[in-house]
């Protein structure tokens, strides 16, 4: 299953609200997880089977879709989320990952 | 604290093998799957492998069946990557990451720091 991830990247301000888009070639269903990275640090879990933040994840972020189009919501950017967002399926193997969105300050 | 601590990354010739290695604390390893996933510029992230919690199930990426195995020594809470006949392709970081839960499909919840891989001559 490919995962389209859209845009590549978001040039965004602090404060300001980002929808990120994954879509799968196929349905994956609910089970769409979401992660973001970093520069020089391991993928982190944020958001699982479409909607369900994992532990210890602000309520900022949400996620929301199903079948074939995602989309990761932050409601209000704050300094530490300028990274890049990963979309991955789990509904069969392999699982596969979605090429990434660069959310960078504007 | 879920700590997972990878190293055996190293500059190796096309055809040669390695032995990647994760050591986990802070969760009861015996219980959980463990995955191993691979990050390039290239490719991006990429599945390569998951074992079950006892070692019974095991799973390939294609690009890597045949030529990678993965093995774990859950009294050491240590997983293996162990990685023979190595091309240009596999260069890469070299994650390894733990699932969610028993019944959670792959979802990765915690993962290391990575070790590096690079395949060149």
């Known amino acids: 299953i490919v995962l389209t991830q859209s845009p590549a990247t978001l ?37 699982y089977d479409a909607s369900n933040r994992a532990a210890d994840i602000p309520a900022r972020f ?17 300094p530490e989320d300028f990274a890049v967002y990963y979309c991955q399926q789990r509904i069969s193997w392999p699982p596969t990952f979605g090429g990434g969105t660069k959310v960078e300050i504007k | 604290e879920v700590q997972l ?79 023979n006949n190595l091309r240009a392709e596999d260069t890469a970081l070299y994650f390894c990451a733990k699932y969610l839960s028993v019944s959670s499909g792959s979802i990765f919840d915690s993962w290391g720091q990575g070790t590096l891989v690079t395949v060149s001559s």
Not at chain 1, 63 to 71: A, E, I, L, P, V
Not at chain 2, 60 to 80: C, W
């Open chain 2, 5 to 83: 601590v990878e190293s055996g990354g190293d500059l190796v010739q096309p055809g040669g093998s390695l032995r990647l290695s994760c050591v986990a604390s802070g969760f009861a390893f015996s219980t959980y799957a463990m995955a191993w996933v691979r990050q390039s510029p290239e490719k991006g992230l990429e599945w390569v492998s998951t074992i079950g919690a006892t070692s019974t199930k095991t799973h390939y990426a294609d690009s890597v069946e045949g030529r990678f195995t993965v093995s774990r020594d859950n009294p050491k809470n240590t997983l293996f990557l162990q990685m």
């Open chain 1, 11 to 47: 040039s965004l301000s602090p404060g300001e609200k980002a929808a990120l888009s994954c879509r799968a070639s196929q349905s994956v269903s609910s089970q769409l997880v979401w992660y973001q990275q970093k520069p020089g640090q391991a993928p982190r879990l944020l958001i």
């Open chain 1, 62 to 78: 949400s996620g929301s879709g199903s079948g074939t189009d995602f989309t990761l919501t932050i409601s209000s950017l704050e």
